[in-house]
């Protein structure tokens, strides 16, 4: 790159060494074509984020040359609503600003066009519900009156709220789609009982739907303590397991519980109005679609335990209404959270020894099920022998997705009899599990976790009248990787929560796995972008309204768009 001979003018860092004045790193210019536009000085230079083999310089160089080429293309508008507005320009000063001023203005215009082409898919899916066949699935009070009223609790004004919300859209000739979010023991499964019992009191089944046989089991048992004495017909149905009573029940069962078996099968299935699917985040947007693929459509309630800002949720869930659950029950008391280095274990076990003995039970939790080479982080299965040592003479059991189904049970049903004081488990026991004996998490390796995940982990305990502990072990010594454990230290509020963990992460990571078919956000900011999203939304909604089917020229590129988002449940129109 350098010759004798060359001028250079040179920028750098000044340094003293060895005798010697040089400069690190430095960049540099050569100074041979008289009047030629500088690439890395005398500018504001963009700085890319690199792979092995690839240095700042060389790709710097790449991209300057490939903007440059654009003066050959014919330029177009960055959006087909803004005909002044230029994209050539936006991708110029997005690269190679001439201000800072004029950087920021080339990125809003293209966040806005990448905002606009997500909210017309979601815009795109929501019109697409609303044309949907449906039918009325509540006409009468009366199964939803006794079952609050049996309660030993009254509901939260939020859960009351909440039921009235879904009670509207039950008795409305269009298909429900509605999401309801609420913080890890809001009261999630209540809602949706009574929901399932003003369906059944219209005469039709529904469908309970959740991520795991663990959690489709937890849930089959608490359903049956509330809809037994209601005289609901309830039967449990997953790839592994299923209930004797269902072959009598065939055909009449009013609340058929299952996995994600119960997408395959429509044998239990003779008048399906209503479908809820738990934790539906862990579903893809085509196995949504592929319950609801019926005529006319049922009813669909999903709902998620974590909860995400109202920005983010217009964006991954604006296909869907939303009901918020803000409350919890009083009877929960705040849990103990304290973020701990490993070395502390001594500690730690000595606490869980003293719990144990008080009568109580613990989780230990892992990231891993095995130990691998490749990662340096504790695993369920070796470490369990060392705390049934450590606990000795309490009763260990172990716990994790490689176990077979009856396996789990026998584990599931020893720890919930008490028969086993510590469980040692993976995050297998993330959703659902409810013992509310269990007053002790131990987390080890902590930072492996996402945040949204610990909180959820933290939610199995703190479920009975006895004060409950997390206990956050990690060896990391990362800045960024303690302040998000911190986080958890501070609040138990799973909105909060999310928002922190979003603002460490960036919501990328969230709409890869909350909502498949939404095209990549490059520029912008799902947090920091709200006026923008908010704008992008009303574009959406005006070119539909133009062009519900996305035919004239101008608007190809959001018609390819949707085709994409197609092959993940959209539907678009002829």
């Not at 004029?102 to 019109?127: D, G, I, P, Y």
């Not at 298909?175 to 809001?186: A, E, I, K, N, Y």
């Not at 933290?458 to 409950?468: A, L, V």
């Amino acid at each position: 790159m350098l010759a004798e001979g060359q001028e250079m003018i040179v920028f750098g860092r000044p340094k003293e060494g060895k005798g010697r004045i040089f400069l690190d790193h430095p960049e540099f210019e050569i100074v041979d074509d008289e009047g030629e536009r500088w690439i890395h000085m005398d500018r504001i230079a963009p700085v890319y984020p690199l792979t092995e083999g690839l240095r700042q310089r060389a790709l710097r160089e790449l991209i300057y040359h490939a903007v440059e080429a654009l003066g050959s293309i014919p330029d177009q508008p960055v959006l087909p609503t803004r005909l002044g507005s230029s994209l050539r320009n936006a991708i110029v000063q997005v690269h190679f600003p001439d201000s800072f001023a004029k950087l920021e203005e080339a990125r809003q215009q293209l966040a806005l066009a990448e905002l606009v082409s997500m909210q017309v898919v979601v815009e795109h899916r929501r019109r697409s519900n609303v044309s949907l066949a449906g039918e009325s699935h509540a006409h009468g009070e009366e199964l939803v009156a006794k079952f609050l009223g049996a309660l030993p609790f009254s509901p939260t004004g939020a859960q009351r709220r909440a039921i009235s919300e879904i009670r509207r859209d039950l008795a409305s000739a269009y298909p429900m789609s509605r999401l309801l979010q609420g913080d890890v023991g809001s009261g999630k499964t209540l809602v949706a009982v009574a929901a399932m019992l003003y369906t059944k009191e219209a005469g039709f089944q529904s469908a309970f739907m959740a991520p795991t046989q663990v959690l489709a089991e937890q849930h089959y048992r608490t359903l049956h303590g509330w809809l037994d004495p209601l005289g609901v017909k309830l039967t449990l149905k997953t790839g592994a397991r299923q209930e004797t009573s269902f072959l009598e029940l065939q055909g009449s069962a009013d609340v058929i519980v299952g996995t994600h078996a119960l997408l395959y099968d429509d044998e239990p299935f003779t008048s399906l109005g209503l479908v809820v699917i738990d934790e539906q985040h862990k579903f893809g947007v085509l196995q949504r679609a592929k319950l609801v693929q019926r005529v006319p459509v049922p009813d669909l309630l999903v709902m998620t335990a974590t909860p995400i800002p109202r920005t983010l949720a217009m964006t991954v869930y604006g296909d869907l209404d939303v009901s918020t659950l803000d409350e919890k029950p009083l009877n929960r008391r705040p849990v103990i959270t304290g973020l701990r280095p490993t070395g502390k274990i001594p500690e730690a076990a000595a606490f869980l020894r003293e719990r144990i003995a008080s009568g109580r039970q613990v989780y230990v939790v892992y990231p891993v099920i095995e130990e691998s080479e490749s990662l340096s982080v504790k695993a369920a299965t070796t470490e369990y022998q060392k705390w049934q040592r450590i606990l000795a003479p309490a009763s260990c059991g172990l716990l994790h997705g490689r176990l077979d189904s009856q396996e789990k049970d026998r584990v599931m049903a020893d720890f919930r009899k008490g028969q086993i004081q510590a469980l040692i488990s993976t995050s297998v026991i993330e959703v659902g599990i409810d013992v509310e004996n269990a007053t002790v998490m131990l987390i080890e390796n902590a930072e492996r976790f996402g945040l949204a995940q610990l909180h959820q982990l933290r939610g199995r305990i703190g479920r009975g009248r006895h004060q409950s502990y997390c206990i956050l072990l990690t060896e990391s010594e990362d800045l960024a990787a303690l302040e998000k454990l911190r986080v958890l230290e501070k609040t138990e509020n799973g909105f909060e929560i999310a928002e922190a963990d979003l603002r460490l992460r960036g919501p990328g990571d969230f709409l890869g796995t909350a909502q498949s078919g939404l095209p990549p956000l490059r520029l912008a900011n799902l947090i920091e972008d709200e006026a923008l999203l908010l704008e992008a939304k009303e574009i959406a909604r005006d070119i539909l309204d133009r062009d519900s089917g996305l035919q004239a020229p101008e608007n190809q590129s959001l018609r390819r768009t949707i085709v994409e988002a197609g092959k993940s449940g959209a539907i678009l129109p002829n």
